[in-house]
């Protein structure tokens, strides 16, 4: 089997494989929305953890390294999967969320008052 990439693969194709990995160990009944946004919550926390008290540059060193990358990696991949597990038990369409989201956004910081500035939205 090739391996999966981003360029190669949709967001269905993790929808289903994510699904067809829970259906096959019945986690179904532990995954309530509530569960699950508690359970993306702490994975994103173990996330963060490999940044805690670095700079903004030295976060970026932190993932390039070779080694603690695969750890990384890890703690990316259960965020997601979690996201796309939550997404299938509440029937969210992931991409259509996404676009929606982005639509507000783009409404929120007009390019010509956001560009290269942070502040949020209402202090433009």
């Known amino acids: 089997m090739a391996a999966l990439t981003d360029s190669t693969t949709t967001i269905s194709e993790l929808k289903a ?3 067809t990995f829970v259906h096959e160990r019945d986690w179904e009944q532990f995954h309530s929305p509530k569960n699950l946004s508690m359970a993306l ?5 173990e996330l963060m953890e490999h940044f805690l008290w670095a700079t903004n540059e030295q976060s970026r060193g932190i993932a390039a390294d070779p080694v603690k990358r695969g750890k990384i990696a890890d703690e990316l991949a259960d965020v997601v999967i979690y996201a796309l597990e939550f997404a299938n038990i509440t029937g969210l369409d ?3 969320a996404i676009e929606a989201k982005m639509a507000a956004n783009a409404k929120k910081y007009p390019v010509e008052k956001a560009r290269g500035r942070s502040e949020k939205y209402d202090e433009l």
């Open 17 to 19: 494989r994510v699904l």
């Open 41 to 45: 919550a702490a994975e994103t926390g």
């Open 94 to 96: 992931v991409t259509a």
